[in-house]
């Protein structure tokens, strides 16, 4: 039996793109089971995830969060969960070392490694790889833990009643903040996946709708004294990381010409 569950969310716009993300799912080996969640529209994505032996589960077309959702709901008793966007990949033997890391750790709900940046073609413009520091910054700083490079116990991601539907762009920072009274994080140095940067990405396209939902999630799990003050730090993080978008945004620009 397969103990990972990916779900990989999809309108099956993205042609190659998700043609590769699918393919680096299939690498992974026979411990991983994929559902594509997409429209019935998508009859290309849909045939390509089936030439592939991947699930299709309709999209609800209520939101990213209910469509992943669905997916979750389609366990048939993996131990984990991963996520994939469509046009993002799991670097070769990626899952398996983020497995290992939680059979090492049983006291850990999740664990995550390093994460590229690439561009359409592949060409690696930075890695994210704050390790252990990412969950320190995790209640009041950016989000550093990447959701592509990130493997969560499904008991656990259960408990807390999987993610928020009413989320757009924060289900994962949101699900993280509920996961850490639940268990400690895990992380590794080595690069497990690659996040596709590019100006239609929906946390790159709309980067300040992002952080005002992030800083509206961040203060819902902060200690009643601190609510009213959170925005001493918040938005000073939140310009912070839009600069850094901007300055990622500005290297790709340059690379792709």
């Not at 209520?62 to 959702?69: C, K, L």
């Not at 469509?86 to 664990?111: C, E, H, K, Y």
Request: with cysteine; net charge negative; charged share 25%.
């Amino acid at each position: 039996m397969a103990r990972v569950l990916v779900v990989l969310p999809t309108l099956g716009t993205r042609g190659d793109l998700l043609e590769q993300a699918l393919d680096s799912i299939v690498e992974q080996g026979e411990q991983v089971r994929a559902v594509l969640v997409a429209p019935m529209s998508a009859t290309n994505a849909i045939a390509a995830a089936r030439r592939r032996q991947i699930d299709w589960v309709e999209d609800p077309a209520t939101g990213i969060s209910a469509a992943v959702n669905a997916g979750l709901r389609a366990r048939e008793g993996e131990e984990f969960y991963a996520w994939l966007g469509d046009d993002d990949v799991f670097r070769p033997g990626g899952l398996t070392t983020l497995v290992d890391v939680l059979d090492a750790a049983p006291d850990s709900v999740l664990a995550f490694g390093a994460c590229d940046y690439i561009l359409d073609d592949g060409t690696v413009l930075a890695t994210s790889k704050a390790g252990a520091l990412a969950t320190w910054l995790l209640p009041w700083g950016p989000d550093l833990i990447p959701h592509p490079g990130t493997l969560v116990r499904l008991d656990d991601l259960e408990a807390i009643g999987l993610f928020d539907e009413k989320l757009k762009f924060t289900l994962d920072l949101d699900a993280f903040l509920k996961l850490r009274k639940r268990g400690a994080f895990s992380s590794t140095s080595r690069v497990v996946s690659a996040f596709r940067w590019h100006p239609d990405s929906l946390t790159v396209s709309d980067r300040w709708g992002s952080s005002r939902e992030a800083i509206a999630v961040k203060a819902r799990h902060l200690p009643a004294p601190l609510k009213a003050i959170h925005g001493v730090w918040s938005y000073p993080v939140a310009l912070a990381s839009q600069v850094a978008a901007w300055l990622l945004n500005r290297r790709a620009s340059r690379a792709s010409q």
